[in-house]
């Protein structure tokens, strides 16, 4: 098997699919290949059908389907190439959880990867997969993140923590929700979980997202949810939003269709991490917010009345501190 896929190290998968059954006898051997190992481990009692097939499935659908991009192809691509079929398996043999205070999972697999997320951001050519934190796992969990939250004029505070790539996919958070309709406020700067949670019940808003993975190593990511208390999320109400999200109690599933333009508008960025220094609002939100900036407010350290050019700021992180 290890010689078989040395052949393959410059496969692609071009506009029209070239290649494509090349692709999927690569994987499907490769991947037989590991969990037949893992049987012989005593991982597994049996050969574990189930996971073969989710694992090829989510790959292949990851590497035809037109919404995402031609960077995550390319990471997937490598890692078949480079025979990574455990890291393969772990990113898409099953979906990020949404557990109790949101979704955490490893937004890299290696520090190289991580590094290069660091300096390329939505165009690192890494391994990814519906069980890892990326530019398509966030969109879709905050695509129906909002929509569980019921009603017009819905108001979410984001923020995020010191982690790599922390502030960029707090803007990507951002613009999913803009363009979901809801109304947000955004933290000027990297805030911890009691400042986010104080900002939702002080200004009465209806979610607070922190974009963060807690006490989990360097590699991970994902984000923290807060009900409009203030606190994470009770039983019926993770439940509503797992619902929104993966469908279920009258819901459909967000799909890559519903996220197609915004991971457009993701790796459309130009300047890599440049682009967001200095920035209170990222690029994304400010791309979503056009032409309505009433629908964005600043939490920074002073205020300022909205102007036709500029976003209300309100004085919020002294407030907190006093508190």
């Not at 190290?9 to 290649?19: D, L, R, S, T, Y």
């Amino acid at each position: 098997e290890r010689r078989r896929g040395s052949r393959h190290h410059e496969i692609h998968v071009g506009p029209a699919g070239e290649h494509i059954e090349t692709v999927r006898g690569t994987l499907e051997r490769g991947l037989r290949c590991y969990l037949d190992g893992e049987v012989a481990r005593g991982t597994f009692a049996e050969f574990p059908e189930r996971v073969f097939a989710t694992t090829r499935d989510s790959v292949m659908l990851w590497l035809t389907h037109p919404a995402i991009d031609p960077y995550t192809k390319r990471g997937l691509l490598k890692a078949i190439a480079a025979q990574r079929w455990a890291d393969i398996t772990m990113a898409h043999s099953r979906k990020v959880a949404f557990g109790t205070a949101g979704p955490r999972q490893v937004a890299a697999l290696t520090r190289v990867e991580l590094e290069e997320l660091r300096d390329r951001l939505f165009r690192a050519e890494i391994l990814k997969g519906p069980n890892t934190i990326n530019n398509v796992t966030l969109l879709l969990l905050t695509v129906g993140a909002g929509r569980s939250v019921a009603g017009e004029g819905k108001r979410v505070a984001i923020t995020y923590d010191s982690r790599i790539a922390g502030k960029v996919f707090a803007d990507l958070v951002g613009a999913a929700l803009l363009q979901g309709g809801s109304r947000i406020e955004v933290f000027d700067q990297s805030s911890p979980m009691p400042e986010m949670s104080f900002a939702v019940a002080k200004r009465q808003l209806d979610l607070g997202i922190l974009v963060s993975a807690s006490h989990n190593p360097e590699l991970f990511n994902g984000y923290k949810v807060s009900n409009r208390v203030g606190a994470q999320l009770d039983p019926d109400t993770r439940k509503r939003v797992e619902a929104a999200i993966y469908g279920g109690n009258g819901h459909e599933a967000v799909t890559f269709d519903h996220i197609a333009e915004l991971l457009q508008a993701s790796i459309a960025l130009e300047g890599g991490p440049q682009a967001y220094e200095g920035l209170g609002v990222g690029p994304l939100v400010a791309q979503y917010s056009a032409g309505r900036l009433d629908r964005v407010v600043v939490l920074s350290d002073h205020e300022a009345a909205p102007t036709s050019t500029s976003y209300e700021h309100a004085d919020f992180h002294g407030p907190h501190t006093e508190q």
